[in-house]
């Protein structure tokens, strides 16, 4: 990657100015809260933050621990984007291979797309109350378009090269799509998961917040009901801390996908 | 008085806390309105050499000069054509041009005078107000020659000025070249691969070793050319049909080859 | 059905098969339509308490937009909305570009910078709506911090990756040429990374929305997520998918006239 003026800082140096702008940032924040500009209910110290959070993990608050108000909030999240890969995935592969599917399917995406996965939130509560299927539907509905859109494009776009190499082989039909055109479609598939998994991780937030009664979210809400603000901050980085853990794994695995394939 | 000195150069890189000569002891000498030509095998440092004048890079001993004072960072009196063009492509080409001029505080009127000036040299009417994705590579980098040159610089440097056109758009711009430098001599240092380019554009050749590069030998081309009046000869293809010409290109390649027999890795 | 992925083939060369698939499109919309309409009216397969007829879609947006719901007229819903989302959508591009280009030109700027955003970023932007009410209340203000964090994040890294992304023999031609500070910054810079820059200004419009329906969802005085709400509490799914609708609108309205304005900024692309 191109540096612009600047060459590469050393090492060392990138490290000690990290140092001191997470140091700067926490010292900011600290005098912040305790300057007394802000009244101490609004804006606790991190330390406060960090204790409440270690506080959560094992007491209970808004019905249960901060490990299991995860644990609820990662359970509707597993179904709602494995419901959008399965779903979205091979519909997308489909829609790349056949042009027919493409002309059905895409004005009807294109027209729901710009709906906000979150607007999505009353007609959910309409039809499941706080049950989990609420959650599901906005997690599904913010995971799907990526789920779908990389696999069509993955499909769509795969170099012809590899197309003509298949057919001057005399290969099938069937054999062309499961052993040349998804492995080709693969990088894009697994970015789009990536996408999609982030996308759906931001829903859920958005869901629990207006129709949950467990989950994480659900916990946030109940924080700022009763002016707990160290409760908030807690809920919010361990939403931030998960959320980037699986945007980890899966860069991770993004990452595999292209090294085997010499991509990267 | 020369142009373009390098003194004693040396150039070090570091990679990983190793530190990697690229250039050897570099001296050079390029005099006013003279045209020099640096070739060599590839990563012998004729890029460095270049960027060094250019102000892009800086000495790890000796130093450069041009017109007399030390080079001190990059600036429009040593004016560069790149090899990718480097034109801002959201600039009409009257605009790429006239943006030095504007950086030097050049009054408007004098600025448009002197960027039809050069418009008309480089041939390039009726595109000024043209984008560059517009143009061929070969308009392209005519643009990019007018660019440098409206500078009014005290040195040309050029990094493989044809390396990114083909075969032919590079021979009919080396023809304009030639046509160019005749209207409006300058000093110039230029960089290529292409040896018949070298003996065809310059008025001295020098040869580079491979890596950690030092200068190998310098020929004298405008002696021959003097000589054999090659510039009797309005086409490219008589001129490099010249025995001088086929002898003098077939010697520098004799000497590159021997710098490429026992190939660094 | 052989597949059909040459790269040209999305561009149908005859007219009979572009005819063919502009009548699968509309053919597919219309029959979507046509089912709903008859589950709903004709037959009573779907219950209307669950899901809203299109002659109860078209009462309900009759009814917004004389007598108005949730006190205020659709107009009116979407005026607010719309408002938020352009002012938060403002200050965090002034913000974030000019931020972007200073972390992408600058690696000591990044290197002191980064932590701080590496705090903010993965925390979604809708997890900032508590705090946001806790802060500032149910008021515009909140909403409009809440739509800061969330199109700040993508204004800022697509800046930042735009201007690491300039070729170097660019920056070169520009030192070259002499160029001042302020002159690089505003006809070299800014123009090379416009595309990336844009590119974040519409992520950023997208979360923009996002979060401000989302917002108002909440807890919200007017706008488009209260009618949602209201609507929602109301057991009123017709007046919910008109809120749908709306927002959808102008969601596409909005990023219609970026992509203008991206069009117009950008003349000397190849379109």
Redesign the interface.
């Known amino acids: 990657m191109a540096s612009t003026s600047q060459r590469p800082l050393s090492k060392l140096e990138a490290l000690i100015l990290s140092m001191i702008g997470l140091a700067g940032f926490f010292g900011i924040w600290l005098a912040a809260s305790m300057s007394g500009y802000v009244p101490g209910q609004f804006l606790p110290t991190p330390f406060e933050v960090l204790a409440r959070a270690t506080h959560l993990v094992a007491a209970p608050f808004a019905g249960a621990t901060l490990p299991m108000h995860l644990a609820r909030s990662l359970e509707r999240y597993a179904y709602g984007v494995a419901l959008a890969a399965s779903i979205g995935v091979p519909l997308g592969l489909a829609m790349g291979l056949y042009r027919w599917l493409d002309d059905i399917v895409t004005p009807v995406f294109d027209g729901l797309r710009f709906i906000a996965p979150i607007a999505w939130v009353p007609f959910a509560a309409l039809w499941f109350g706080t049950g989990i299927g609420g959650p599901i539907m906005i997690i599904f509905s913010g995971a799907f378009p990526p789920c779908l859109m990389n696999a069509h494009r993955g499909a769509r776009f795969v170099d012809q090269k590899y197309i003509e190499a298949a057919q001057m082989l005399g290969t099938s039909s069937l054999r062309t799509i499961t052993e040349v055109l998804l492995p080709a479609s693969l990088p894009s598939i697994i970015a789009g998961l990536r996408v999609g998994a982030g996308l759906g991780w931001q829903s859920l937030v958005g869901a629990e917040l207006i129709v949950a009664s467990a989950g994480v979210g659900y916990m946030i809400v109940q924080g700022q009901s009763n002016i707990s603000t160290p409760t908030v901050m807690a809920g919010m980085l361990a939403i931030g801390l998960v959320g980037l853990l699986i945007d980890v794994a899966l860069r991770q695995l993004e990452a595999l996908v292209r090294r085997t394939r010499g991509l990267a | 008085m020369s142009a373009i000195v390098f003194e004693n150069v040396y150039r070090y890189f570091t990679r990983d806390g190793k530190s990697f000569p690229a250039l050897d002891g570099i001296d050079l000498s390029v005099a006013d309105k003279e045209v020099v030509a640096l070739v060599g095998p590839s990563g012998c440092g004729k890029t460095t050499c270049l960027r060094l004048a250019?102000g892009?890079e800086v000495p790890t001993k000796g130093r450069v000069t041009v017109g007399g004072q030390p080079v001190d960072?990059?600036?429009?009196d040593?004016?560069?054509v790149?090899q990718?063009f480097?034109?801002?492509?959201?600039?009409s080409v009257e605009d790429n041009i006239a943006?030095?001029l504007r950086?030097?505080g050049v009054a408007a009127s004098t600025r448009r005078e002197r960027v039809s000036a050069v418009i008309k040299l480089m041939g390039l009417e009726g595109y000024e107000t043209a984008?560059?994705?517009?143009l061929s590579g070969g308009m392209q980098q005519r643009v990019a020659i007018a660019?440098a040159y409206v500078?009014d610089p005290e040195a040309l440097l050029m990094d493989e000025p044809f390396g990114a056109l083909d075969a032919q758009t590079r021979i009919m711009m080396q023809e304009e070249l030639v046509r160019i430098a005749r209207v409006n001599p300058r000093t110039v240092l230029f960089i290529t691969h292409a040896v018949d380019e070298a003996v065809y554009l310059a008025d001295r050749v020098a040869v580079m070793t491979r890596r950690p590069g030092r200068i190998k030998e310098i020929l004298d081309v405008r002696k021959v050319r003097n000589a054999e009046r090659w510039n009797h000869h309005e086409r490219i293809e008589d001129v490099m049909d010249l025995e001088s010409f086929v002898h003098l290109r077939t010697h520098i390649w004799r000497s590159l080859r021997e710098e490429k027999i026992g190939v660094a890795p | 059905m052989t597949p059909s992925t040459s790269p040209g083939a999305h561009r149908s060369a005859t007219l009979p098969a572009r005819l063919t698939r502009r009548f699968l499109g509309t053919g597919s919309v219309l029959v979507l339509l046509a089912a709903w309409a008859g589950l709903t009216m004709v037959t009573d397969t779907i219950s209307t308490s669950r899901f809203p007829s299109p002659l109860q879609f078209w009462q309900s947006t009759k009814q917004i937009v004389t007598v108005g719901y949730a006190d205020g007229t659709l107009v009116g819903h979407a005026l607010q909305s719309t408002r938020l989302v352009v002012l938060g959508f403002a200050v965090a591009a002034g913000i974030g570009v000019p931020l972007g280009v200073l972390m992408g030109w600058s690696r000591r700027a990044e290197a002191l910078i980064n932590p701080a955003f590496l705090v903010i970023r993965p925390i979604p932007p809708l997890a900032w709506i508590p705090l946001a009410i806790l802060w500032l209340g149910l008021g515009d203000a909140a909403k409009i911090m809440v739509i800061f964090f969330a199109a700040f994040v993508p204004a800022v890294i697509n800046t930042l990756s735009g201007i690491r992304a300039i070729e170097p023999p660019i920056i070169e031609a520009a030192r070259m040429l002499g160029t001042g500070r302020w002159r690089l910054l505003s006809e070299v810079l800014l123009p090379a990374a416009a595309p990336m820059i844009f590119t974040g200004l519409r992520l950023a419009l997208q979360a923009a929305w996002t979060t401000l329906v989302a917002a108002e969802l909440v807890g919200a005085l007017a706008g488009l997520g209260r009618v949602l709400n209201m609507a929602q509490q109301d057991i009123y799914p017709a007046m919910v998918m008109v809120g749908m609708a709306a927002v959808g609108v102008l969601g596409w309205a909005t990023t219609r006239l970026l992509a203008e304005m991206e069009r117009r900024a950008m003349p000397w692309l190849a379109h």
Do not use: D
């Open positions: 250019a892009f960072g990059p600036g429009p040593r004016a560069v790149f990718q480097a034109l801002f492509p959201w600039k943006f030095g950086n030097q984008y560059p994705h517009q660019r500078l």
